[in-house]
């Protein structure tokens, strides 16, 4: 069964300093993987995907997602963490021959000034 | 004007009435959604429809109706609401290419009381 886990709850990063959250999936056939981050109150929005070539995704915001086939991993990561950057973030995978989204329970943010 | 349009943004209603949910978009994007949002669960998809005379059920339909009045808008009904319905609904679109990036309305919180 497809699926997406997001091991972290919570993830707690002092202002500069990198930050990764952690998604890891299991999928059929090749995955199209995918970051959303949620502001309070907001729709989730859009970040970055991988669907081929390149294993270092850039997206939104300063923000890069690094796959990694052999873990089954989309870790998304920053190279300096902003106050702003605290909000609620999913990862979803995509098999490439389905048409829906498998969302993982989101991880929550925090960065600390 | 946001590209994703839901109404109402927040509603609280008994248990036992109807209550229906809409979603406009400006995309032009023949695919759209509705996602339930609950604490811990991430996102569960609860209805898709990739065209006007095509709709589909998700993982957890029971207790929800749709409607597709026209490719930019899609309704959702709680036929006869329960408590456990109580939640953060989310319209979303996307392209017909299937790429997976989504556009997300703010979403609508309601409290089944």
């Known amino acids: 069964a497809q699926s997406v886990a997001q091991p972290e709850d919570q993830v707690n990063v002092a202002e500069g300093n990198p930050l990764t959250v952690k998604c890891t999936y299991s999928v059929s056939g090749n995955p199209y993987l995918f970051w959303y981050v949620q502001y309070p109150n907001r729709g989730l929005q859009f970040l970055l995907k991988?669907?081929?070539?390149d294993n270092l995704v850039k997206g939104s915001y300063g923000f890069e997602a690094e796959f990694n086939k052999s873990q089954t991993s989309f870790h998304l990561k920053k190279p300096s963490a902003l106050v702003s950057d605290s909000a609620l973030y999913f990862c979803?995978?995509?098999?490439?021959?389905?048409?829906?989204?498998?969302w993982g329970a989101g991880t929550k943010l925090i960065i600390k000034p | 004007d946001a590209d994703v349009t839901q109404t109402p943004r927040n509603r609280i209603t008994k248990t036992g009435k109807r209550i229906m949910l809409e979603c406009s978009q400006t995309k032009g994007h023949d695919r759209m959604y509705w996602y339930r949002q609950d604490p811990g669960l991430g996102l569960r998809l609860i209805y898709y429809?990739?065209?006007?005379?095509?709709?589909n059920k998700g993982e957890i339909s029971d207790g929800y109706s749709v409607s597709r009045q026209a490719q930019a808008k899609f309704s959702l009904s709680l036929e006869s609401a329960i408590p456990n319905q109580t939640a953060l609904y989310f319209c979303?679109?996307?392209?017909?290419?299937?790429?997976?990036?989504?556009?997300f309305g703010s979403g609508t919180r309601l409290t089944v009381v």
């Open positions: 991988y669907i081929t070539g």
């Open positions: 979803a995978v995509r098999d490439g021959s389905n048409y829906q989204l498998i």
């Open positions: 429809s990739f065209d006007v005379k095509d709709i």
């Open positions: 979303a679109t996307s392209e017909s290419t299937g790429a997976g990036r989504y556009t």
